[in-house]
């Protein structure tokens, strides 16, 4: 008896190719099997265009803010050594990995953690430019103190850090691993960020901040390559995909803001960092 291959289909019969299932190729004006779903590295380009123009945008309206990947620029007396600091550990790391400075900042670069850390920013950056000033944190900050985004309010001054630290494998483990980093970093007092801002007089000014709110905004890598598609798309209106990540990233910031918030062993000082952001909260979830 011969084999079966194709069950069911008999001899003139129609082929429905989407009963194979295979979600990552797609059948194609050429007849060629071809790629449908873009792995996240391959959205870099796109990515580095947008977030330049969000450098360029913020260093327009407050002056020499931003480097082109979105960074906040490190300016003041212990710039130097702060550089040196950062070399000496990246050439340490290198080492380890025996791989060369240009071979780490790569991988770096195309490790999917970096890329949802640049999609988060980008997306708080679409929804809410108008009321807040959403950036990359230094790479000192990132670096010494776990710092991904700075949000400020630009109404009130109010600051909020973000946090990846690159899990993003989606399940329960890798949420509590985040959680614990971030109760272990607020029990501390919370970050502090040296190359810091904050909105006075209406004016965005530097300045080095202490016992800042910190958490977690969390993409699994299935809600990251959903994302990236319409974000790297030039329309300026939210597709649906952008409006349901926001909102859950934004109800999660909201729950962890409400834990924190009833913590009466916190610093005062964090704890009253975390009251007066409760009306940025507010306006953030309005926009749900």
Excluded at 218 to 235: M, Q, R, V
């Amino acid at each position: 008896m011969g084999i079966e291959y194709l069950a069911g289909i008999k001899p003139g019969d129609k082929i429905d190719l989407s009963r194979f299932g295979n979600s990552s190729k797609k059948f194609g004006e050429t007849g060629k099997f071809e790629k449908s779903v873009k792995s996240p590295e391959a959205y870099l380009p796109e990515l580095k265009v947008r977030l330049k123009a969000l450098a360029q945008r913020l260093n327009d309206e407050y002056g020499d803010l931003l480097e082109d990947n979105g960074q906040i620029k490190m300016i003041g007396d212990e710039v130097e050594t702060d550089r040196v600091n950062i070399a000496s550990k990246e050439k340490v790391w290198s080492e380890d990995v025996q791989k060369t400075l240009e071979e780490m900042a790569l991988d770096r670069e195309k490790n999917p953690a970096n890329i949802a850390e640049i999609a988060v920013t980008l997306l708080f950056d679409k929804v809410l430019r108008d009321e807040f000033v959403v950036m990359r944190a230094s790479v000192h900050d990132d670096y010494e103190n776990g710092a991904d985004q700075l949000i400020i309010d630009k109404q009130t001054g109010a600051v909020i850090c973000g946090f990846d630290d690159a899990v993003l494998g989606g399940f329960d483990k890798d949420r509590e691993v985040k959680k614990n980093k971030i109760d272990a970093k607020m029990k501390h007092g919370g970050a502090r960020i040296k190359y810091g801002a904050t909105v006075k007089e209406g004016k965005l000014e530097r300045k080095s901040l202490e016992n800042i709110p910190i958490f977690y905004f969390n993409l699994n890598k299935a809600e990251l390559s959903g994302l990236l598609k319409p974000l790297t798309a030039d329309e300026t209106e939210l597709s649906e995909v952008e409006k349901s990540n926001y909102a859950e990233l934004v109800s999660s910031l909201s729950a962890q803001a409400e834990q924190y918030g009833s913590n009466q062993t916190l610093y005062p000082e964090l704890r009253n960092n975390l009251r007066n952001f409760r009306p940025s909260l507010e306006k953030m979830r309005a926009k749900i």
